[in-house]
């Protein structure tokens, strides 16, 4: 079919690379608002209505699919007017276009998930890719054995840390692009439509927040401080078993910190291992704007309502209203040291991570104790920022008390 293309729908630093479909891999990361996934999101409609392709459109986490990629790729239908050309399935979220071409969205909650999407896909998208796992990647990569000529897998991110696997991946650890790999970085200052309010949040993160500034604005991996847990590992593992296990090591966490606007309310879920010491972070809720009944109806989904959780003290109305709503919710202990208290608490365990926590995950890899400006030496405190998660473990490690010593004297 016949499109009409107006180049003045595109910002000036992705045009020339509109046709451009040469390159196995291509990456596109740089700052926030840069529009880089919306570009993909153009470039991929008019690569599928010029043959018939199969394509897969991927986010880590399956809830994401719907306000991402899917959205995004609707808006792309829109523009160039052709929506009621396209055989669209909302609720499985795939898209037929005029040309034959097919198009998949989904999550990548499972690594094995990988295997269920086909073995014929010419085109791959991870969205967010920096929340996936190199042996994602390498599964992905394996899928594509489509028909047409050229098959690609496209990237975009915004670049959280040097410990992501992306960072060493495509070679920014060394400064050399891998083959048949095409890169492009992007800010904000590189989208003409960015509007003002966007443009002035972070640039003020300049001062306020150097460390946000460099991977938000400017969009680089950050050159990371000393981290508060420097040894995190991301992999499956089967929680299910010691959820369900009778064996007295495996106490469960649940702990929650509370945000609106600007800040995340953030549930975490873990088990501890107490005799290998060894902490699994099974779980995740991030989420901003959240009412009390939301949080009820999130944590009732979960079925976690007559589990303890525990959670900022200094919200103590909104914790009585989720008493009220049916939670088993009780305030945290704080006072003087409580917070570095924590951290020793947690500290004194291997982490590791599932894979779908991709927000506690990110927090990992950027929580950091701050720098004495005069003296450029670290301090014995964290930074206040990629903490809500930090924060809702270290209410629920409050949950395992040692156990009291018993001096036994034979009389």
Same mark, same amino acid.
């Given at each position: 079919?016949n499109i009409?293309i107006?180049?003045s729908?595109?910002?000036?630093?992705?045009?020339p690379? /509109?046709f451009d479909?040469?390159?196995?891999?291509?990456?596109?990361?740089?700052g926030?608002?840069s529009g880089?996934s919306?570009?993909?999101?153009?470039?991929l &409609?008019i690569l =599928?209505?010029?043959?018939?392709r199969r394509?897969?459109? &991927?986010?880590k986490?399956?809830?994401?699919v719907?306000?991402?990629?899917?959205?995004?790729?609707m808006?792309?239908i829109?523009?160039?007017k052709?929506?009621?050309?396209?055989?669209i399935?909302?609720s $499985?979220?795939?898209?037929?276009?005029?040309s034959g071409?097919?198009i998949?969205?989904?999550?990548?909650?499972?690594?094995?998930?990988?295997?269920?999407? !086909?073995v014929?896909?010419?085109?791959i998208?991870?969205?967010?890719a920096?929340?996936?796992t190199d042996?994602?990647?390498?599964? &992905?990569?394996?899928?594509?054995?489509g028909k047409?000529?050229t098959?690609?897998?496209y990237?975009?991110?915004?670049p959280v840390?040097?410990?992501?696997?992306l960072?060493t991946?495509? =070679?920014?650890?060394?400064?050399?692009m891998?083959?048949?790999?095409f890169?492009?970085?992007t800010t904000?200052k590189?989208?003409?439509?960015c509007?003002?309010?966007?443009?002035?949040?972070?640039? $003020?993160?300049k001062d306020?927040?150097?460390?946000?500034?460099?991977?938000e $604005?400017?969009?680089?991996?950050a050159?990371l401080?000393?981290l508060? @847990?420097?040894?995190?590992?991301?992999q499956?593992?089967?929680y299910?078993?010691?959820?369900r296990?009778?064996?007295?090591?495996y106490?469960?966490?649940?702990?929650?910190?509370?945000?609106?606007?600007n800040?995340?309310t953030?549930l975490?879920?873990?088990? #501890?291992?107490?005799?290998d010491?060894i902490?699994?972070?099974?779980?995740?809720?991030?989420?901003?704007g959240?009412?009390?009944?939301?949080i009820?109806?999130?944590?009732?989904?979960?079925? /976690?309502?007559?589990?303890?959780i525990?959670?900022d %003290?200094?919200?103590g109305?909104l914790?009585?209203?989720?008493?009220? =709503? !049916?939670?088993?919710v %009780?305030?945290?202990s704080?006072?003087k040291?409580?917070?570095?208290?924590?951290?020793?608490k947690i500290? #004194?365990?291997t982490?590791i991570?599932?894979?779908?926590?991709t927000?506690v995950?990110a927090e990992?890899?950027?929580?950091? @104790?701050k720098?004495? +400006?005069?003296t450029g030496?670290?301090?014995?405190?964290?930074?206040d920022s990629?903490n809500?998660?930090?924060? #809702?473990?270290?209410y =629920?490690?409050?949950?395992? +008390?040692?156990? $009291?010593?018993?001096?036994?004297?034979?009389?």
């Amino acid at each position: 079919m016949n499109i009409t293309i107006d180049k003045s729908i595109f910002n000036d630093a992705y045009l020339p690379y /509109l046709f451009d479909y040469s390159h196995r891999y291509n990456v596109y990361y740089g700052g926030r608002a840069s529009g880089k996934s919306y570009f993909i999101s153009d470039k991929l &409609l008019i690569l =599928g209505l010029q043959e018939k392709r199969r394509m897969v459109f &991927l986010t880590k986490l399956t809830n994401k699919v719907e306000d991402s990629i899917w959205t995004l790729f609707m808006d792309s239908i829109i523009k160039f007017k052709i929506y009621d050309k396209c055989k669209i399935n909302k609720s $499985a979220h795939t898209i037929e276009l005029p040309s034959g071409t097919t198009i998949k969205m989904t999550g990548l909650d499972f690594p094995e998930k990988a295997k269920t999407l !086909g073995v014929n896909i010419d085109t791959i998208w991870l969205e967010e890719a920096s929340d996936f796992t190199d042996d994602d990647v390498e599964l &992905l990569d394996g899928t594509l054995r489509g028909k047409c000529a050229t098959k690609q897998m496209y990237f975009s991110f915004n670049p959280v840390s040097m410990q992501n696997y992306l960072y060493t991946r495509f =070679g920014f650890d060394k400064g050399k692009m891998p083959d048949d790999t095409f890169i492009l970085k992007t800010t904000y200052k590189d989208n003409k439509w960015c509007d003002e309010a966007t443009v002035k949040r972070l640039e $003020a993160l300049k001062d306020r927040n150097p460390t946000r500034y460099k991977i938000e $604005a400017e969009g680089d991996f950050a050159t990371l401080d000393k981290l508060v @847990y420097p040894n995190i590992t991301v992999q499956e593992f089967d929680y299910v078993a010691m959820l369900r296990s009778e064996d007295e090591r495996y106490k469960q966490i649940y702990g929650m910190d509370f945000g609106f606007i600007n800040d995340y309310t953030a549930l975490v879920c873990a088990i #501890a291992d107490t005799k290998d010491m060894i902490l699994y972070v099974y779980d995740e809720h991030f989420q901003k704007g959240m009412l009390t009944d939301d949080i009820i109806n999130m944590v009732k989904a979960k079925n /976690l309502h007559k589990t303890t959780i525990i959670c900022d %003290r200094q919200e103590g109305r909104l914790i009585e209203e989720l008493r009220k =709503g !049916g939670l088993n919710v %009780r305030k945290c202990s704080k006072g003087k040291g409580s917070i570095m208290q924590g951290i020793g608490k947690i500290q #004194a365990y291997t982490i590791i991570v599932l894979p779908r926590c991709t927000n506690v995950k990110a927090e990992f890899e950027n929580y950091c @104790y701050k720098k004495d +400006k005069a003296t450029g030496q670290y301090i014995n405190e964290p930074i206040d920022s990629w903490n809500h998660g930090m924060d #809702a473990l270290r209410y =629920g490690i409050q949950s395992i +008390k040692k156990k $009291a010593k018993v001096l036994t004297v034979g009389l």
